[in-house]
C-alpha cells in the first residue's frame, strides 16, 4: 500500500503490551499469569514500525527498547534497525538498548537513537560501556549508536515517515509520546496519566491511537480503564489500542466489555492502514 512520500506497506507492531514487571509476573498464580490464552502474555512495552521507502528499502523503526527487545527481535526475524525513539529512560523501556550492536553487524552500520536530551544524559550513564567505550577495561562488543536530541512538537523525517514528539506526562516525570505520519496518522502514548493542553492538537485526526491503560483501578502514574476511555473518547481516533497492562487484566473478559473502536493489544498486534478493530 502506497502512502505520502513513497513510503509502501507501512504497518505498526506491538512487540511488547506489559508493565515493568511483564506478565506472567514473578510468583504470581492469579488468573491471568497461569492463563493458557497467549494474549494475556505480555512481555515489556515497545512497538515497531516497518515500511518500505520511496528508494525500495525496507525500513524499521522502534519506539523504546524495552528489556525482552532480544525476544521480540527473535519472533519477528529483525536482520536491521534503523533508528530508536525512545519515550523516557526507565528500566523497561531502555535496558535492551545493548541488543542494538547485532544489528550493527547485519547492517554494518550505525543505529540513530532519537530522545530528549535528559534521556540521552540518562542512556549515556546507564550505558557508559556503550558511550565511552575507550573507558571499558577490556576491547568489548558494543553497539554503535548515533544520538540526536528531539523537542516536543518539532517532528523529524525518517526516511518519508514524519515522526513527532509530543509532550506527555508520567506522574510527576514528563516523557514523550510519538505520533507518525505517512498516509495515515497513528500516535503511540505509553506510560502516560496526563495529557498537557498543548499536546493534545497533536492528536486530532488519528486513524490510530495507542494509549497506556494499566488496569481498572486508579494509579498515580499511569491512565486507568475508566481515564483511558474519556482519552479515548475525546481524540476521536478510527481506532483505539490499549498498551501496558498489568496482570489484573485478563484480555477475554475486559475486551467484551470495551466499546466499539476500542480494543486491547497483545504481543504481536501489527496494525496497517485501512484495518478494522481486531484486525491484523
Same mark, same amino acid.
Given at each position: 500500500m502506497s502512502a505520502a512520500g513513497g513510503i509502501r506497506d507501512l504497518r505498526l507492531t506491538l512487540l511488547g503490551t506489559g508493565t515493568s514487571a511483564g506478565v506472567p509476573v514473578i510468583a504470581c498464580?492469579?488468573?491471568?499469569?497461569?492463563?493458557?490464552?497467549?494474549?494475556?502474555?505480555?512481555?515489556?512495552?515497545?512497538?515497531?514500525?516497518? &515500511?518500505?521507502?520511496?528508494a525500495g528499502q525496507d525500513r524499521v523503526i522502534l519506539v523504546d527498547a524495552p528489556p525482552d527487545h532480544r525476544e521480540h527481535s527473535l519472533r519477528?526475524?529483525?536482520?536491521?534497525?534503523?533508528?530508536?525513539?525512545?519515550?523516557?529512560?526507565?528500566?523497561?523501556?531502555?535496558f535492551g538498548l545493548d541488543d542494538a550492536r547485532l544489528y550493527n553487524i547485519s547492517m554494518g552500520m550505525p543505529i540513530q537513537l532519537y530522545a530528549e536530551r535528559p534521556v540521552l544524559d540518562d542512556l549515556s550513564r546507564m550505558f557508559e560501556h556503550i558511550f565511552k567505550?575507550?573507558? #571499558?577495561?577490556?576491547?568489548? &562488543?558494543?553497539?554503535?549508536?548515533?544520538?540526536?536530541?528531539?523537542?516536543?512538537?518539532? +517532528?523529524? @523525517?525518517?526516511?518519508?515517515?514524519?515522526?513527532?514528539?509530543?509532550?506527555?506526562?508520567? +506522574?510527576?516525570?514528563?516523557?514523550? +509520546?510519538?505520533?507518525?505520519?505517512?498516509? &495515515?496518522?497513528?500516535?503511540?502514548?505509553?506510560?502516560? #496519566?496526563?495529557?498537557?493542553?498543548?499536546?493534545?492538537?497533536?492528536?486530532? +485526526?488519528? @486513524?490510530?491511537?495507542?494509549?497506556?491503560?494499566?488496569?481498572?483501578?486508579?494509579?498515580?502514574?499511569?491512565?486507568?480503564? *475508566?481515564?483511558?476511555?474519556?482519552? *479515548?473518547?475525546?481524540v476521536g481516533a478510527g481506532r483505539t489500542? &490499549?498498551?501496558?497492562?498489568?496482570?489484573?487484566?485478563r484480555h477475554a473478559e475486559l475486551s467484551a466489555r470495551l466499546p466499539a473502536g476500542v480494543e486491547l493489544g497483545w504481543d504481536g498486534l501489527e496494525i496497517r492502514p485501512g484495518t478494522a478493530p481486531g484486525g491484523a
Amino acid at each position: 500500500m502506497s502512502a505520502a512520500g513513497g513510503i509502501r506497506d507501512l504497518r505498526l507492531t506491538l512487540l511488547g503490551t506489559g508493565t515493568s514487571a511483564g506478565v506472567p509476573v514473578i510468583a504470581c498464580d492469579c488468573d491471568t499469569c497461569t492463563s493458557t490464552d497467549p494474549r494475556d502474555r505480555r512481555t515489556r512495552t515497545g512497538a515497531m514500525l516497518q &515500511f518500505t521507502d520511496a528508494a525500495g528499502q525496507d525500513r524499521v523503526i522502534l519506539v523504546d527498547a524495552p528489556p525482552d527487545h532480544r525476544e521480540h527481535s527473535l519472533r519477528h526475524r529483525l536482520r536491521r534497525v534503523d533508528a530508536i525513539l525512545f519515550t523516557h529512560s526507565h528500566v523497561d523501556h531502555v535496558f535492551g538498548l545493548d541488543d542494538a550492536r547485532l544489528y550493527n553487524i547485519s547492517m554494518g552500520m550505525p543505529i540513530q537513537l532519537y530522545a530528549e536530551r535528559p534521556v540521552l544524559d540518562d542512556l549515556s550513564r546507564m550505558f557508559e560501556h556503550i558511550f565511552k567505550p575507550h573507558t #571499558n577495561v577490556n576491547k568489548s &562488543f558494543v553497539a554503535d549508536v548515533r544520538t540526536t536530541a528531539v523537542l516536543p512538537g518539532q +517532528g523529524i @523525517d525518517l526516511f518519508g515517515l514524519r515522526a513527532t514528539p509530543m509532550r506527555l506526562l508520567h +506522574g510527576a516525570l514528563p516523557i514523550l +509520546g510519538w505520533r507518525f505520519d505517512a498516509g &495515515f496518522a497513528a500516535a503511540y502514548c505509553t506510560d502516560v #496519566n496526563a495529557i498537557p493542553p498543548e499536546t493534545w492538537p497533536a492528536l486530532r +485526526g488519528l @486513524d490510530v491511537l495507542v494509549l497506556d491503560m494499566l488496569r481498572e483501578r486508579k494509579h498515580p502514574t499511569h491512565f486507568s480503564l *475508566a481515564e483511558s476511555l474519556d482519552v *479515548a473518547d475525546r481524540v476521536g481516533a478510527g481506532r483505539t489500542v &490499549f498498551t501496558h497492562m498489568t496482570h489484573d487484566v485478563r484480555h477475554a473478559e475486559l475486551s467484551a466489555r470495551l466499546p466499539a473502536g476500542v480494543e486491547l493489544g497483545w504481543d504481536g498486534l501489527e496494525i496497517r492502514p485501512g484495518t478494522a478493530p481486531g484486525g491484523a
